[in-house]
C-alpha cells in the first residue's frame, strides 16, 4: 500500500477525488456517458476518496476515460499535460508529449519545483485557504517552473500552471478561524513562518479533488531572462557558470560552448578588447594579434559599431 501523501508539512490532508466529473456524468443523458457512470459508481473511491496509489493503477483506464474530456486524444502530442494535486510531485494520467519529455530525461530524473522551497510552499497553501474560504485575492506566488533535462543533456524550461477548478478547500477540527485582523496581520507578514503555521495548523484543512496540471516550453524566454538577470546583477564566476546552460538551452546545442570579451571604447580604429573568457575566441585572437587586418576592422565595426551580429558558417575557414 503506498499511502497519497506530500512528504513534506502543509495545512492540507489531501483527498484524490473525481466528484466533479462523477456529478456531471449524473447529468448526461447519451448511453456511452451512462455505462461510464456505471463503471465510475462501481468504484466508490473514485468519488468518496483515494487515499492508496494503489487505486490509480488498478483503475488507471476507467481514470483515463473518466478524464478525456480534458485530455482529446488529437492533442496528446501536443499537449503537456498531466493530473495530480498543486506543488505535488506525484502526477498521472499523463499525456503522450509529457510522457515522451520524461522517457528522455531519464529515470533519474526528480521532480523539482525550481527555486521554491517548504516556506514558499506553505503560504501559498495558506492563500488558496483564504482566497476559497475568506474571499481575499492574496496572490504571494511567483511563476513556477520545471527544469528537465533531453536526452542529449539540453536543459528546457518550463512554465507550470495549475487548473484548480476541480478542488474543494474544506476545514477540518483543526481550523482555526480567522478574523479581519488575522487577515490583515498575515498580509503583512510573507516572512513569518511560525504565524502561518499557528493560524493554519498542519492537517486543518481538507484538499479534495484533482488538479489539471499543463507545461508551457518558455525555453528561450526564460534563458534570455536569466541572462539580462545574470547581467544586472554581474558575478564573473556565477556568470561563466550560467553562460554556456543558458545559450545551449536557447540554440538547442548540448556542447555549445561560450566566451565573452569586454570592449572598452576609444578611438576610431582603437578600440581594446579586453579578454574575460574567450574560449580561442577568432574575434580576439584576430584582435589581439592582427588588429591591424583590414578584414577583421570591418566587421569589427559592424559588429560594435552597428550593433550588428557576425556570422560565419565554417569557422576553419
Known amino acids: 500500500m503506498s499511502k497519497i501523501s506530500h512528504g513534506f508539512l502543509t495545512p492540507f490532508t489531501l483527498q484524490l477525488s473525481f466528484h466533479h466529473i462523477i456529478t456531471q456524468l449524473s447529468l448526461e443523458n447519451a448511453p456511452i ?18 487515499y492508496d496509489s494503489e487505486i490509480l493503477t488498478r483503475h488507471e483506464k476507467l481514470i483515463s476515460e473518466l478524464l478525456e474530456p480534458y485530455f482529446p486524444p488529437a492533442l496528446t502530442n501536443n499537449e503537456i499535460k498531466a493530473v495530480g494535486l498543486p506543488f ?73 500552471l495549475y487548473n484548480a477548478d476541480f478542488l474543494e478547500v474544506i476545514p477540518t477540527e483543526k481550523a482555526i478561524p480567522l478574523t479581519e485582523a488575522d487577515i490583515e496581520l498575515l498580509m503583512d507578514s510573507y516572512d513569518d513562518l511560525d504565524l502561518w503555521m499557528r493560524l493554519f495548523p498542519v492537517g486543518s484543512y481538507l484538499l479534495r479533488g484533482f488538479s489539471i496540471m499543463t507545461l508551457f516550453d518558455a525555453t528561450v524566454e526564460n534563458a534570455v531572462s536569466t541572462f539580462k538577470g545574470n547581467l544586472l546583477g554581474f558575478n564573473p564566476d556565477q556568470f561563466k557558470q550560467s553562460l554556456d546552460s543558458i545559450f545551449s538551452s536557447i540554440f538547442r546545442i548540448a556542447d555549445l560552448r561560450v566566451g565573452y570579451v569586454l570592449v572598452n571604447p576609444g578611438d576610431a580604429g582603437s578600440d581594446q578588447l579586453y579578454e574575460i573568457d574567450a574560449r580561442q575566441s577568432i574575434l580576439v585572437s584576430t584582435c589581439l594579434i592582427k588588429n591591424e587586418d583590414p578584414r577583421f576592422w570591418k566587421e569589427y565595426l559592424n559588429l560594435v559599431d552597428g550593433v550588428k551580429y557576425y556570422c560565419s558558417s565554417n569557422i576553419g575557414q
Open 33 to 50: 456517458k451512462l455505462e461510464l457512470l456505471e463503471r465510475a459508481r462501481a468504484v466508490p473511491e473514485l468519488s468518496e476518496g483515494i
Open 88 to 160: 505535488q510531485i506525484e502526477v498521472f494520467n499523463l499525456s503522450s508529449r509529457f510522457q515522451s519529455i520524461l522517457e528522455q530525461a531519464g529515470k533519474r530524473f526528480e521532480f523539482n519545483i525550481r527555486d521554491f522551497d517548504l516556506h514558499q510552499l506553505y503560504v501559498m497553501s495558506c492563500t488558496i485557504v483564504m482566497n476559497r474560504i475568506y474571499g481575499t485575492q492574496l496572490d504571494f506566488g511567483k511563476p513556477l517552473f520545471y527544469d528537465i533535462p533531453t536526452s542529449q543533456g539540453i536543459i528546457k524550461h518550463y512554465r507550470i
